[in-house]
């Protein structure tokens, strides 16, 4: 099947749940297409039993498309520049330090915690899988593809909450810089897995860790400031220009971050913010004038929409491949680890908010909303099935675990988010 027909079959999927889910379901746009997609999954899976053929068909058509090129290379950078276009830049600026702290503190304790928690686990005798032979860098992979929140899915949820203005910056902000801190740890981990412990060094390991963040930051912030200039020199005139300059750039980004090894999604992060600043005053009802017209505000909303329409229906329908190799005994570890990566945000996120709050004052339950709203989705899943296959037997837990965690934390929290905040 080509990429126009899935294109098809995707996009057609995509007007159709979101049409039952807006008149029947009600539900939150991206946790009720999710939650058709799985429906369809487990009518595919029923069907199966009844004529093998029809299972098989649908599955050899989910592993044609690779889930993870496809989100990694082609659909996040789009969505996290979006999501980077929805924030306030300005509300960002002033609480810079608390959504840095939240964002680096958080991934690396939850990598560490969550990582460490799965090596004791899958040692233990009577969960029976001692003969995965997971090492700890296998479960720290674990913990660092499972430790970033997913900006899509946080934002979509966070954008109808009616927060007040500085927490719903805090939480979007450190989602979206959360996520690339995230990526950096698992690469970093990956290339140590790769290489084999005994051949890293601190040195290259911190090289290797500061040219992808100190990298991609650099260049979405050179790319962003000349983007700006591009566009304050069109001045709105031109709608059509201003949208095919931003695709151009978050096209072009991921390219070129690609060829130096640096942070593509830290990069477009940070353009996204350059782009989204306002460039001068006394020019609407806020006092200040974007650097686009309102027409590429929305053109990107509507594609973000359109793409978040789509991710979820892949994360539903990536069902079939991760359980093909399910074992009962994957259960019991995967409650167990669901406890451990909400409990190791919770602990994350207090920890650095009871240190910020020396300087910083933060609304109440601030840390309960951030952890709770911790939304894990299509990255996480994406870097999963992004593991070597030298980890063995251990990869299918790892999957299935990833998307226990995922589930959990978008059908779980997400549905129980608007309630707690209130």
């Not at 939850?110 to 090596?119: E, M, N, P």
Request: proline residues 2%; charged residues 15%.
């Amino acid at each position: 099947m080509g990429v126009l027909e899935l294109s098809t079959i995707l996009l057609c999927l995509a007007s159709v749940f979101s049409l039952i889910n807006i008149r029947l379901l009600k539900l939150p746009q991206t946790i009720g297409l999710m939650v058709l997609a799985l429906s369809l999954s487990v009518l595919i899976t029923v069907l199966g039993l009844i004529s093998p053929n029809i299972f098989t068909a649908v599955l050899e058509i989910t592993e044609e498309f690779d889930f993870s090129e496809l989100l990694v290379n082609v659909m996040l950078p789009f969505l996290l520049f979006a999501g980077a276009m929805s924030v306030n830049v300005h509300e960002l600026l002033k609480d810079k330090w608390t959504i840095l702290l939240l964002a680096s503190f958080g991934v690396v304790f939850s990598t560490f915690a969550v990582g460490t928690g799965l090596h004791w686990l899958v040692s233990q005798e009577f969960l029976g899988l001692n003969s995965l032979g997971l090492s700890y860098v296998d479960c720290l992979l674990f913990g660092a593809l499972i430790a970033p929140t997913d900006p899509i899915a946080v934002l979509a949820m966070v954008k109808k909450m009616n927060l007040p203005s500085i927490t719903e910056t805090r939480i979007a902000g450190e989602s979206l810089f959360n996520d690339g801190i995230g990526v950096v740890v698992f690469l970093t981990l990956l290339n140590i897995k790769i290489d084999g412990v005994e051949n890293v060094t601190i040195s290259s390991v911190g090289g290797l860790f500061l040219t992808e963040v100190v990298g991609g930051v650099a260049l979405g912030a050179l790319m962003g400031f000349l983007g700006l200039k591009l566009l304050k020199y069109i001045e709105n005139e031109h709608t059509e220009l201003e949208v095919l300059v931003t695709l151009s750039l978050v096209l072009l980004l991921p390219i070129i971050s690609h060829h130096f090894h640096f942070s593509a999604v830290l990069g477009v992060v940070v353009m996204g913010l350059f782009l989204n600043q306002n460039i001068d005053t006394d020019k609407n009802e806020d006092g200040l004038q974007r650097a686009m017209g309102d027409y590429v505000y929305k053109f990107w909303h509507l594609l973000d929409e359109t793409l978040n329409a789509i991710l979820f229906i892949l994360i539903g329908l990536e069902i079939l491949a991760v359980f093909k190799d399910f074992q009962s005994s994957f259960i019991l570890i995967s409650v167990i680890t669901v406890a451990l990566v909400v409990l190791s945000r919770m602990f994350g996120v207090s920890a650095a908010i009871k240190l910020l709050s020396l300087k910083y004052k933060f609304e109440k339950n601030t840390a309960l909303i951030i952890s709770w709203g911790g939304l894990r989705g299509g990255l996480s899943i994406a870097l999963a099935l992004n593991l070597p296959d030298s980890i063995g037997e251990g990869k299918s837990l790892i999957l299935f675990l990833t998307y226990a965690v995922v589930l959990f934390t978008i059908l779980v929290q997400g549905l129980t988010l608007k309630k707690i905040v209130k």
